[in-house]
């Protein structure tokens, strides 16, 4: 059973089209983040949740909003949809319970398509 | 700031031919450093990390790591790479509280025959 789950997993939508991608964890972990790769770009940072309560902006906010429902889900908005927000997605967690709070565990991502 | 730079974009090797990634970090203290595979079409999968103690580490797939704090490296190595090795390989550096990641750019291995 995968322990960070991602849905959808492809999404092709239009322009200004609302999209929410869902992140599901069963790891127990506190922490989440959501990350965008780009060919040639690696993987950036969007926002990251410490808890229900604490939501912070990461490297590339703009255009994006999360939501974080419950420890376990982190959802991840675009309110209005353009092309260059094509892209996968990736959601991730950490547990600051551990000595090793820094090691992040990926889910299998998110491939959007704005057309 | 942290960062990461992978200098090679696309590195080809033989199979069977021993293989070394180049990964560089910028961070003011200790840090803790990642290496990432994506194999085509797939999600993350972590190589190995190195927290502290022994500067030699390794990982899974037969994978090992030296960081090196002089030459601010954390070169991803393997003695025999096998086709099933191609992929993209993610070097990453984590440091402070945050745990924020950040990602170098990547470099795409291809194996040939």
């Known amino acids: 059973d995968a322990d960070v789950t991602q849905t959808p997993r492809n999404r092709i939508t239009k322009t200004g089209k609302r999209i929410m991608l869902e992140c599901s964890q069963t790891?127990?972990?506190?922490?989440m983040y959501w990350y965008r790769q780009d060919p040639g770009l690696g993987l950036r940072l969007i926002y990251y949740?410490?808890?229900?309560?604490?939501?912070n902006k990461g490297e590339i906010s703009d255009g994006y909003s999360v939501s974080r429902q419950a420890q376990a889900k982190f959802s991840l908005s675009l309110e209005s949809a353009i092309p260059n927000q094509t892209a996968l997605y990736f959601c991730?967690?950490?547990?600051?319970?551990?000595?090793?709070?820094?090691?992040?565990?990926f889910g299998p991502g998110t491939r959007l398509t704005v057309l | 700031a942290q960062s990461v730079t992978q200098p090679d974009i696309h590195i080809t090797v033989s199979e069977g031919a021993s293989l070394e990634l180049r990964c560089n970090y910028s961070?003011?203290?200790?840090?803790?450093l990642f290496w990432y595979v994506q194999s085509p079409g797939q999600g993350l999968q972590l190589l190995l990390k190195?927290?502290?103690?022994?500067?030699l580490v390794q990982g899974i797939k037969g994978f090992e790591a030296e960081f090196k704090r002089s030459q601010s490296s954390f070169n991803l190595r393997k003695p025999s790479v096998h086709w099933s090795d191609a992929a993209e390989y993610f070097c990453?550096?984590?440091?402070?509280?945050?745990?924020?990641?950040?990602f170098g750019t990547g470099t795409r291995l291809q194996v040939t025959l």
């Open positions: 991730a967690t950490s547990d600051l319970g551990t000595a090793h709070y820094n090691e992040q565990f």
């Open positions: 790891k127990g972990h506190d922490r």
């Open positions: 949740s410490f808890d229900v309560k604490d939501i």
């Open positions: 961070y003011g203290a200790t840090p803790y």
């Open positions: 190195y927290f502290s103690g022994d500067t």
């Open positions: 990453a550096v984590c440091g402070g509280t945050a745990s924020k990641l950040t």
